[in-house]
């Protein structure tokens, strides 16, 4: 499976940004889609995962501002984060995977590029 993401920016704390990430193929009727992110100097951490029938979960840092959603027809996923904050800062990757990989991004098989999110103060 192939995963190009895309959406990141610049944005003011407090402000609102859309992730997508695009997956070819089947890819929601196979694999567990998720996001992680990567602070400059840190390691990458587990943001949200949706399952194949829509189910989602959450790293609990993130409930209530970020929301995963997925559209089956468009082979996309998405990560709404709302109420940023400069610590939001990173690079965010989508992954993929046949089954639930837990949180720990080295368990994962398939990744996207990644996009930069920069939340200013």
């Known amino acids: 499976v192939q995963l190009q993401a895309s959406g990141g920016g610049l944005v003011q704390a407090g402000g609102s940004l859309r992730l997508s990430c695009a997956a070819s193929?089947?890819?929601?009727?196979?694999?567990?889609m998720a996001w992680f992110r990567q602070g400059s100097g840190k390691e990458r951490e587990f943001v949200a995962a949706?399952?194949?029938?829509?189910?989602?979960y959450y790293a609990e840092s993130k409930k209530g501002r970020f929301t995963i959603s997925g559209d089956s027809t468009k082979n996309t996923v998405y990560l709404q984060m709302n109420s940023l904050l400069p610590e939001d800062t990173a690079v965010y990757y989508c992954?993929?995977?046949?089954?639930?990989?837990?949180?720990?991004?080295?368990?994962?098989?398939?990744w996207g590029q990644g996009t930069q999110v920069t939340v200013s103060s």
């Open positions: 992954a993929a995977d046949s089954t639930w990989r837990g949180t720990d991004y080295r368990a994962w098989n398939y």
């Open positions: 193929g089947r890819t929601f009727s196979r694999y567990i």
């Open positions: 949706i399952s194949q029938s829509g189910g989602t």
